[in-house]
């Protein structure tokens, strides 16, 4: 097979990050999340009190970051933030800074240098729209509100969460009309992704559905 550029994008809790490292793992292919990259901006900005809304600010600082994404490790300037960045004050920092072009100008450009040769799986909300627009195999997940935030709610590596299913749910709306709804590279599935529910499905039957629609393109 050739070496392809899968993309997988969605809300928070549709599964991305569990089929997406599963996809990777079965093609021996790199993962990487998108998603990380924009937390560990977040991370920085509130760390170095730089207001999370001075884009140029912000931009600078994600500029002169080195970000290091590895299947099992998130670093940025050579500080490991794995744990650090799955929190609520994270969720809300890393989508505050994604809505500024000029920082979303700049790791874009890191994301595609990481797929020149392809042989990658990377989620995120805009890898099929606008990082790799010509990607080989988009796929769109997608799940009902309910079992998003049950996901959520049960993902050990997101930390100091709320407690409530309830307020996990808010929470999880509230975030995803911020990425549906700004101006610049806004959450949506491209015209030619496979969109696929993940609801009430387990990872297998779902990593299965994927591993299909990549052996029809591929
Ligand atoms: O996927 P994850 O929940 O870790 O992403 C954190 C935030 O980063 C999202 O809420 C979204 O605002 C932003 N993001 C983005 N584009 C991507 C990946 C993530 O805007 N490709």
Same mark, same amino acid.
């Given at each position: 097979m050739r070496p392809l550029i899968i993309a997988i994008d969605g809300?928070? #809790?549709? #599964?991305? #990050? %569990? =089929?997406?490292?599963?996809?990777?793992?079965?093609?021996?292919?790199?993962? =990487? !999340?998108?998603?990380?990259?924009?937390?560990?901006? #977040?991370?920085?900005?509130?760390? $170095?009190?730089?207001?999370?809304?001075?884009?140029?600010? =912000?931009?600078?600082?994600? $500029?002169?970051? %080195? +970000? $290091? +994404? %590895?299947?099992a490790h998130v670093r940025i300037d050579g500080? !490991?933030?794995?744990?650090? +960045?799955? %929190?609520?004050? +994270? !969720?809300?920092?890393?989508?505050?800074?994604?809505?500024?072009?000029? =920082?979303r100008t700049v790791l874009v450009g890191r994301q595609r240098r990481l797929g020149i040769d392809g042989s990658i799986v990377m989620e995120g909300r805009d890898i099929g729209t606008v990082v790799f627009p010509h990607a080989d195999v988009k796929v769109y997940l997608d799940a009902s509100p309910d079992e998003r935030a049950r996901r959520r709610a049960n993902d050990p590596a997101h930390s100091g969460g709320p407690k409530g299913l309830a307020e996990v749910a808010t929470l999880l709306t509230e975030r995803d009309e911020l990425d549906r709804t700004r101006a610049t590279s806004p959450l949506y599935a491209a015209e030619d992704a496979v969109v696929v529910d993940t609801t009430g499905k387990g990872v297998e039957v779902v990593v299965a559905e994927v591993m299909a629609v990549i052996k029809l393109k591929s």
């Open positions: 809300p928070s #809790g549709a #599964g991305k #990050g %569990t =089929v997406a490292r599963a996809i990777a793992a079965q093609l021996g292919y790199r993962h =990487v !999340d998108s998603g990380a990259m924009y937390r560990a901006v #977040g991370w920085k900005a509130l760390r $170095d009190c730089v207001p999370l809304e001075d884009e140029a600010a =912000v931009a600078t600082l994600a $500029d002169e970051s %080195t +970000i $290091d +994404i %590895t299947s500080i !490991d933030v794995t744990r650090e +960045i799955r %929190t609520p004050e +994270i !969720d809300r920092a890393a989508a505050a800074v994604a809505r500024l072009p000029r =920082v």
